[in-house]
């Protein structure tokens, strides 16, 4: 008996040690994996690897799709049931609260590190966190002077505005094949969407002041993001205290007095807590969005958004937006995928190229090697005869 007992006292012992080890080996993966991602997250570099990584273009759309439905649903509560009628001070605290949770990610280490100041001037972050605040601010100011037709008639317009400057700041040109595939994309839109027209002259003055903002504000993110090594919560730390300010002093010109005696009960600040956590959201999914895709990519995302929810209120909720709406949406989700196709087309072609490249090369070492190994039995065959 108290042989079985020491035997079993060694086999638990055994397995004891082994669980021990086990959990030592867990221990030690877990923070190799820890240090591994630390690591990369203190280079520039290795920040942008981790977001190409992680968040690709599929990754990146869907997710900015996701928050941007979510959005729309959580301000019109706070707009609407709430009475909360200050856009641009909602906007200021939309980027406050993102600053704050930025500033928390900075402080848990958890913030990727921003490239070298001398990599990009500071006058493109200044622009960046300028044009944000223009770009936002006179979007909500456009939606509250003017009709809903009227905002997506400006909506439309941005897509040729980045057309345009892109070709006038980057030299970039769109293919035929694109322009006429957008150009259905925003016909379909105006016809499923624009039902009244209705402005005053200083909304249409806002809406047209919104335009080239909302267009240069895609196109510095995409850019910024594709051509350095700007991640896009380093860029976005970088570029809110700016837009912050400038939202600071479009709110005295631009918003109803009366923010101040609003009633903050908690009801009405959870629910703007929330817009704002939303808000975060939005703005980091689109950057990710802009900077795994383009400023256009990002515009026919927009405008796809537009279209599935109008046919989603008609097939789900019974909703009766009219037979040509119906049929503007549809021709519209038609352009978007033929868009999609030539982009992943124009994607494959030069991967394609890269690889005929070394396969070139590699033909060409192997003709080389071989020449020389006909010139060294050559040399053997003649010093054979000598």
């Not at 921003?114 to 966190?129: E, R, V, W």
């Not at 400023?295 to 937006?321: E, R, W």
């Not at 549809?330 to 030539?342: D, E, F, P």
Request: charged fraction near 15%; charge should be positive; aromatic fraction near 10%.
């Amino acid at each position: 008996m108290g042989w079985f007992e020491s035997l079993l006292s060694k086999d638990v012992r055994r397995f004891i040690k082994r669980r021990d080890s086990d959990a030592g080996e867990t221990g030690r993966a877990l923070e190799e994996l820890r240090s591994s991602l630390y690591n990369e997250l203190r280079t520039s570099e290795g920040a942008k690897r981790q977001q190409q990584r992680c968040c690709g273009p599929v990754v990146a759309m869907t997710f900015n799709f996701m928050v941007a439905v979510g959005i729309i649903l959580g301000n019109k509560m706070v707009l609407g049931k709430i009475g909360f009628n200050f856009p641009i001070f909602l906007t200021l605290i939309h980027y406050f609260t993102a600053w704050i949770l930025m500033a928390i990610f900075k402080g848990l280490a958890l913030l990727p590190v921003s490239p070298p100041s001398k990599t990009t001037p500071f006058s493109s972050l200044f622009s960046l966190g300028a044009v944000m605040a223009l770009s936002t601010g006179l979007a909500n100011t456009s939606l509250q002077f003017n009709s809903v037709g009227f905002y997506q008639m400006a909506k439309i317009s941005v897509t040729p505005t980045i057309v345009l400057a892109e070709f006038i700041l980057l030299k970039k040109t769109v293919s035929f094949k694109k322009v006429l595939a957008l150009s259905v994309v925003s016909i379909g839109v105006a016809i499923a969407t624009v039902a009244d027209l209705e402005f005053n002259m200083f909304g249409a003055f806002i809406a047209i002041l919104w335009i080239i903002p909302s267009a240069i504000n895609k196109i510095l993110w995409s850019n910024l993001q594709q051509q350095s090594n700007w991640t896009a919560l380093a860029l976005m730390w970088k570029t809110t205290p700016i837009t912050i300010f400038f939202l600071l002093a479009l709110m005295p010109w631009l918003d109803p007095p009366g923010a101040l005696s609003f009633v903050w009960d908690v009801n009405n600040t959870s629910a703007i807590l929330i817009s704002a956590l939303l808000g975060f959201l939005l703005q980091w999914s689109g950057a990710l969005a802009l900077g795994a895709t383009s400023a256009i990519s990002h515009v026919v995302l927009g405008q796809f958004k537009t279209c599935v929810i109008l046919l989603g209120g008609y097939m789900l909720f019974n909703s009766d937006p009219g037979f040509v709406s119906i049929c503007g949406a549809v021709a519209a989700l038609c352009g978007m995928s033929v868009y999609t196709s030539l982009n992943l087309r124009e994607s494959r072609e030069p991967s394609s190229g890269k690889q005929s490249l070394p396969s070139f090369k590699e033909k060409a070492n192997m003709e080389d090697h071989h020449t020389s190994e006909r010139k060294s039995d050559v040399n053997i065959t003649t010093n054979n005869v000598v």
